[in-house]
């Protein structure tokens, strides 16, 4: 898809003898990575309970997590809320009172809430559970990152990244379309009766 957005041929595997399949190679795992950095891609969200470190934050909290090495990015951070562990709901639409206030440094979650439940993007390995809108992403990535090696030419990178652009706001968009619709509270007025 990469070379076909570029219009410099095709080939049939990274593995392939050439300057194509080498340039692809050559970016192939970081764009991936990255591609799954930049969305809340639905497939490859998980649901964690990271480790408690032994030792306590030098400063500012009282807790420290470490993030599970298959995790890219850390989407949401959930508390415990008199002992019940929040699981039924969908990633995004906790009720605010479930969040954990915490920070993100290096390899771990800082926090002054134990334990901690988690939602994350993790690294996908098995490329079969792409989603169709993610692997059009993930080929105009790596035709924007490749276009000067594989062709020379700018205008070919812009349009790769305007592709790329364009398949992310599409993720973005579709990523709150794809569970049970979030209902909007007001628990001020609720709370107080």
């Not at 950095?37 to 030792?55: K, Q, Y």
């Not at 949401?76 to 990633?91: E, I, M, Q």
């Amino acid at each position: 898809m990469a070379l076909t957005i570029l219009g410099a041929g095709y080939i049939n595997s990274l593995d392939d003898e050439g300057d194509k399949a080498r340039a692809l190679k050559s970016v192939y795992y970081f764009a991936k990575d990255a591609v799954l950095e930049d969305a809340n891609w639905s497939f490859a969200i998980r649901r964690f309970i990271p480790a408690e470190n032994t030792a306590e934050p030098i400063f500012g909290w009282t807790y420290s997590f470490t993030i599970p090495s298959d995790i890219i990015r850390v989407v949401r951070v959930l508390r415990d809320t008199a002992g019940a562990t929040p699981l039924p709901y969908s990633w995004y639409e906790f009720p605010e009172e479930y969040s954990a206030a915490h920070v993100i440094e290096g390899n771990e979650i800082l926090c002054n809430d134990a334990p901690i439940y988690c939602y994350g993007v993790r690294k996908m390995e098995d490329e079969g559970g792409f989603s169709p809108l993610f692997a059009e992403a993930f080929a105009a990535k790596l035709a924007a990152l490749t276009a000067q090696a594989l062709t020379g030419s700018n205008t070919k990178q812009q349009i790769a990244l305007s592709l790329y652009a364009g398949a992310i706001k599409s993720a973005k968009s579709r990523d709150g379309q794809q569970n049970t619709t979030r209902r909007m509270r007001n628990r001020v007025l609720s709370d107080s009766r």
